[in-house]
Nanobody, 113 residues
Framework: QLQASGGGLVQAGGSLGLSCVAS????????MGWYREAPGKQREMVAV???????SYGDSVKGRFTISRDAGKRAVYLQMNRLKPKDTAVYYC?????????WGQGTLVTVSS
């Protein structure tokens, strides 16, 4: 299971941090990351990080968001700075283990203008 936390309401220009911890049978995680789904839009990749620490970001968040992970804790984090109203979405934690994908329950981030 993936348990995400940290969503909430913030004003434009503010910051929020998201956390996600894997539990149960999710071990040897190859890739962890965050995706988001805004109302009426498809789910999109926000940021991912692999077991070597290499990161990749969606174009709309580059320079504003930072992903990190703690392999020992089986956790992934997303620091979101300079938030914009268009960042409003449900954010989903993701983990891939040997090609098998797992998803967290989603946490809502709302950015007010």
């Amino acid at each position: 299971q993936l348990q995400a936390s940290g969503g909430g309401l913030v004003q434009a220009g503010g910051s929020l941090g998201l956390s996600c911890v894997a539990s149960g049978s999710i071990f040897n995680i190859n890739l962890m990351g965050w995706y988001r789904e805004a109302p009426g839009k498809q789910r999109e990749m926000v940021a991912v990080i692999d077991s070597s620490g290499r990161t990749s970001y969606g174009d709309s968040v580059k320079g504003r968001f930072t992903i990190s992970r703690d392999a020992g804790k089986r956790a992934v984090y997303l620091q979101m700075n300079r938030l914009k109203p268009k960042d409003t979405a449900v954010y989903y934690c993701h983990a891939r283990v040997y090609g098998i994908d797992s998803w967290g329950q989603g946490t809502l981030v709302t950015v007010s203008s």
